[in-house]
């Protein structure tokens, strides 16, 4: 640790190699998991959310292999300490109360490379989008040079994550479980790692 402006800072590698990337743990959600598809459970899962200072967010789209054809967001994932709210919105649209959460300055929402989920979440419904802290914008101030999740994720918090559903159909008429806990953990994990870049988690700890 180095003191600066009086703070005591943590260092970070600015880097990892592929090689020190595999030797790391795997880091899974083992929290709740909420899959929200309905609307009844759109209310309940809203209710459950409330007011946290901070969630995990991130989404998902189903992935496109011809060219020219996109698809719209399908997923948005937001997770708390240790809870995650997987919201379908291939079924349910985004409704007024969850674009109001992504309006609300009090609840820090922290993800990485978030500019292009949130213009995706807009062409769905307009909001303004206020909150967001993106990880790509803070790891520079800590040293760090990479900017993807799962280099964050071990840099910062000492594990590896899973990307083998990353490419998977998320417009699927079923989440598979290790769909649901891929989604889950890369929101979640945003969370740790916001929190650790401001001292408030330490590294290997769960």
């Known amino acids: 640790m180095t003191m600066n402006n009086g703070m005591m800072t943590r260092q970070f590698s600015e880097s990892i190699s592929d090689d020190e990337l595999r030797q790391l743990p795997l ?3 083992e929290g709740k998991v909420t899959l929200v598809d309905n609307m009844d459970r759109f209310y309940r899962a809203m ?5 946290p200072a901070v969630l ?4 998902e789209t189903r992935p496109s292999f011809k060219k020219g054809r996109r698809y719209q967001v399908a997923l948005l994932q937001l997770a708390d300490a240790d809870r995650a709210w997987l919201f379908r919105l291939n079924m349910i649209g985004l409704p007024p109360e969850l674009a109001g959460l992504l309006s609300d300055r009090g609840i820090i929402k922290t993800g990485v490379a978030i500019r292009d989920d949130i213009k995706a979440l807009r062409a769905l419904t307009h909001f303004e989008p206020h909150g967001f802290t993106d990880l790509q914008n803070m790891v520079s101030d800590h040293g760090i040079k990479e900017l993807g999740l799962k280099k964050l994720t071990a840099i910062v918090l000492g594990y590896s994550i899973s990307k083998s559903q990353q490419v998977s159909n998320w417009e699927a008429p079923a989440l598979t479980e290790p769909q649901q806990l891929y989604a889950a953990t890369d929101a979640w994990v945003c969370r740790r790692i916001y929190l ?3 001292g408030k988690e330490t590294h290997h700890n769960r």
Request: charged fraction near 20%; avoid cysteine; charge should be negative.
């Open 27 to 29: 880091l899974q959600f």
């Open 47 to 51: 209710a459950d959310i409330g007011k």
């Open 56 to 59: 995990g967010f991130d989404t």
């Open 196 to 198: 650790a870049l401001n």
